[in-house]
């Protein structure tokens, strides 16, 4: 998988030459919450007092000055307004100017853009990454295809969507030549562009109306997108009487197939209905790719829509010497998994992107061994940093997050942080900032003495950007001393209703949650 060689990481020294180039095209946007009100206070009066007109409209006139005034508010809230203003301006052919109907116009000049760089030569090792983006991007179009009542309440999807397809054009441009950043960087500014917008959109309606919590948890600790069968599924140790298997892996011949990708295959594309691959004991020597038309599956890049993995483990057995060597990646939105074992040396689980859920896992890793883009949640697992190369330090997590509006970010809760062998003479860090606005949140958990004082480490240089977001609460043992941590602006003590915006049921958008056999669940903190 070209597009993906090499993890969506470059080295330390290599970043520090590319941050330099990038500088220039980077700037932050805070954006008020009175200030996005105003922007539909603006847009709503254009369309109160020119509604009327719309009607005998014809598409050669120019635009009106209240529907540009009402473009170049919306777009004043983005990152990138001048690239806002002159992509969507063209396509405003009536004076009648509504919010949703920018939002839709915002994702289809993205798409527009995107699929242009898609077809270039250049950009052949990324085809994968983009065709993803493209794939989120649509899908995104798809959802706004409806009422502006609808679209509130498809907002947290949205957010996630787009989000993933501005992390799957920046992994292409992470993992190639910096070059190719010329042929993507109007694409991913109209991407950002449209989450800035959406943002806004989000953060009005929530002032004013009671949203429909689109994952909320239902009353068995399990995420409510786990239909019944499947929580039954996933809290069996063994398969379950009366649950057949659709298909049995068994490398001693007794099922119909010896190979989990051969399995696979027999997956029907976009199917509604839980697929449950059975998979016997063993070691399975294969790259496994789950792919995106494959969903609920339950059972490895992880690519398809609501994939669940029970008592698995995956294991890359490259060793350290081989640095970067992913035993699990998963872009798949809503996946699960619950009691498996992550096991490599650098860079163990790749959380790409979506929303991503791990329960009751055993992780174990030396350099970034936590790291990408997704919004995900890591509750009561084993966190198990193991001895590095001669002159390593471990660091636990690498999070992604290069936009200020992307819902992204790893949230560690009630987590035990322990050394797995002998690390008295390793140095060990609960993460580093990979991006500008990495963000990551430690909360409730366990850590060991095997914590450096100093708590985190930059990427590069001395210090962290100041926008990145990480913090701590109410972690406990000897590793969890804040008195000499870092002096970063970054690095936040937050207080508990900070930390619930990193719980299950704000991060990923969980709802309820009751106690699950034997393992008591939190929906906040």
């Known amino acids: 998988m070209n597009s993906f ?21 980077k700037r932050i946007a805070v954006v008020a919450i009175s200030s996005l009100i105003l922007v539909i206070i603006v847009v709503s009066a254009v369309a109160g007092t020119t509604g009327s007109k719309d009607n005998n409209h014809n598409g050669g006139e120019s635009q009106s000055p209240s529907s540009m005034a009402s473009i170049k508010a919306v777009c004043d809230t ?20 509504q919010l949703d109907k920018l939002l839709k116009l915002s994702v289809i000049v993205a798409i527009d853009e995107l699929s242009k760089a898609y077809t270039l030569l250049e950009l052949k090792n990324c085809s994968e990454l983009l065709g993803l983006a493209l794939d989120h991007l649509n899908d995104s179009l798809s959802a706004t295809d409806v009422d502006l009542n609808s679209i509130k309440d498809l907002l947290d999807d949205l957010m996630t969507w787009i989000s993933a397809a501005g992390t799957f054009q920046q992994t292409c441009i992470d993992s190639v030549e910096e070059n190719v950043m010329g042929y993507l960087q109007k694409s991913t500014e109209l991407t950002s562009n449209s989450l800035a917008i959406i943002k806004g959109f989000s953060n009005v309606a929530n002032s004013y109306i009671q949203r429909r919590r689109l994952m909320s948890l239902s009353s068995d600790e399990m995420p409510e997108w786990l239909s019944f069968k499947d929580r039954k599924l996933l809290q069996k140790t063994k398969l379950p009487a009366g649950i057949k298997a659709d298909v049995v892996v068994a490398q001693d011949g007794s099922g119909k197939f010896k190979k989990i990708s051969d399995a696979l295959k027999a997956v029907p594309d976009k199917s509604t209905k839980r697929f449950v691959i059975y998979v ?21 890049a992880v690519f398809g829509k609501g994939f669940i993995a029970r008592d698995m ?30 096991d490599a040396f650098q860079d163990s689980l790749y959380a790409h992107s979506n929303r991503q859920f791990y329960r009751e896992c055993n992780i174990y ?21 193991r001895r590095p190369m001669t002159g390593q ?24 942080i322990w050394p797995y062998g002998n690390l008295s003479d390793v140095s060990t860090f609960l993460g580093r900032p990979w991006k500008n606005h990495s963000t990551t949140v430690y909360a409730n958990n366990m850590m060991g003495s095997l914590i450096d004082p100093k708590g985190w480490l930059p990427w590069v240089g001395t210090t962290a950007p100041n926008t990145i977001f ?56």
């Open 78 to 97: 983005t990152l990138y307004p001048n690239t806002c203003f002159t992509s969507l301006s063209p396509r405003v052919n009536s004076t009648h100017v």
């Open 365 to 385: 890793g030396t350099v970034d061994f936590i790291f990408g883009n997704s919004a995900v949640v890591l509750q009561n697992c084993n966190i198990l940093p």
């Open 280 to 300: 016997k004991k063993g070691i399975y020597y294969e790259n496994v790719r789950v792919e995106k038309p494959k969903w609920n599956v339950m059972m490895i």
């Open 470 to 525: 990480y913090a701590e609460f109410a972690n406990y043992g000897p590793g969890a001393d804040t008195k000499k941590r870092v002096n970063w602006k970054g690095l936040k003590f937050i207080t508990k209703k900070q930390a619930s915006k990193f719980s299950v049921k704000s991060f990923i958008e969980g709802d309820k949650w009751i106690k699950a056999t034997g393992v008591p669940y939190k929906s906040g903190l």
């Open 393 to 416: 330090q471990n660091t636990i997590t690498a999070q992604g997050k290069f936009d200020p509006n992307q819902n992204t970010g790893i949230s560690i809760e009630s987590c035990t």
């Open 313 to 342: 483990g995956f294991r890359n057995t490259a060793g350290a010497i081989k640095h970067q060597a992913v035993a699990l990646m998963s872009t798949a939105d809503q996946s699960a998994f619950y009691r498996c074992r992550i």
């Open 5 to 25: 060689k090499s993890y969506g990481k470059v080295d330390e020294a290599d970043q520090i030459k590319l941050d330099a180039k990038r500088k220039t095209r």
